[in-house]
């Protein structure tokens, strides 16, 4: 019989009402027959495509929203508060969490889709069930390595370990070369511990979120589950978002507002420069740049666009100009 492919998703029972909650979902997750196939809680492409109703643009082929490259790029350069102003005017006010400890780069600007892994406390007779069905689907090497077998350029694997950093060590500088290569150079975050941090630190522009470092092993923890929600610390995350996280800590963007976050950081930013411009000239006063401008000051705004070889995307001024042609 043929092994799964380590990154084809789990076939879930159907079908399931769409009225099912989160709870009982997770819970048909955990006890159906996907058990048979080597993972425990991997939504389906379906699931996948319905808990992310409002991401209308590509997807993998298990279901989770694929970003553009473009704009994870463009990301890097959104600040964490600018991005946090967007989400909140959309009603998704519990999507930061801070307060890491940090390793790599100086000045972090991790940005990536995210692959969301979970792991609980172990309990013999249901990790033993994980283990066979792992051996079973061809899986090799320890359960944490089975997250990282599912990355491509772009992922950053987000991983809740309940915090755990004492035996809760995710990765140690073997796998953490790994995801470095399968992602591309992104990095990773890890609501836990990692270890080996000398030999983490010797991989270029890697940054690690975790909550600590030692130099005990993972154990006594059990996987129990691969893209699907999860929390971490306030913020509940999904397969697809895009993370965003710098000193300040990560942020996690769902799929559909990416595009509107990199857009009106990039429109702050010029429109920023702009003002600082005209109040340097004498053109305009203070109270007049620090307020909601008049359209005569958004016309001479697009008008210096236009003098730079620069202009409004038709996404900034249908969604943030509210449709002005100038």
């Known amino acids: ?20 909650g989160i709870a009982a979902l997770l ?4 006890s159906g027959p996907c058990l048979l196939q080597g993972q ?7 699931h996948l495509e319905e808990y992310t109703p409002d991401w209308k643009g590509e997807r993998f082929p298990n279901g989770r929203p694929k970003v553009s490259d473009d704009l994870l790029k463009r990301m890097k350069a959104v600040s964490i508060e600018e991005a946090w102003a967007v989400l909140r005017r959309h009603g998704f006010n519990q999507q930061f969490e801070g307060n890491w400890v940090l390793a790599g780069p100086k000045e972090p600007a991790l940005v990536g889709r995210v692959v969301t892994a979970f792991f609980f406390p172990t309990r ?20 944490n390595s089975w997250v990282i077998d599912t990355v491509v350029q772009g992922d950053v694997i987000v991983v809740d370990l309940m915090g755990k950093v004492i035996d809760g060590t995710f990765m140690g500088d073997n796998l953490a070369n790994s ?8 990095g990773v975050i890890i609501h836990g511990g990692a270890r080996d941090i000398e030999g983490v630190e010797q ?37 697809g978002d895009v993370v965003l996280a710098k ?25 920023d420069q702009f003002g600082h411009q005209r109040l340097r000239e004498g053109k305009y ?38 449709g002005r042609t100038w």
Do not use: C
């Open 285 to 322: 006063t203070p109270g007049q740049i620090d307020r909601k401008w008049t359209d005569d000051i958004e016309k001479d705004f697009t008008e210096w666009l236009k003098a730079r070889g620069q202009e409004l995307t038709p996404y900034q001024r249908e969604k943030l100009l509210k």
């Open 27 to 30: 819970l048909a997750l955990l």
């Open 247 to 271: 000193k300040e800590g990560a942020i996690f963007i769902p799929p559909h507002l990416a595009q509107e976050v990199v857009e009106s950081s990039e429109i702050i930013r010029v429109r």
């Open 124 to 143: 013999p007779d249901v990790n033993e069930v994980i283990k066979r069905n792992g051996d079973k689907a061809g899986r090799v090497g320890g359960q």
């Open 1 to 20: 019989m043929k092994a799964r492919k380590m990154n084809s998703p789990i076939v879930l029972p159907r079908p399931v009402s769409k009225t099912i």
């Open 179 to 186: 995801i470095w290569a399968k992602s591309g150079g992104t």
């Open 203 to 239: 991989i270029p522009d890697f940054p690690v979120f975790n909550r600590g470092w030692d130099p005990s092993a993972i154990a006594d923890v059990m996987l129990m589950g691969i893209n699907a929600p999860i929390r971490v610390g306030r913020a509940t995350v999904m397969p």
């Open 40 to 46: 425990v809680g991997v939504f389906s492409k379906e």
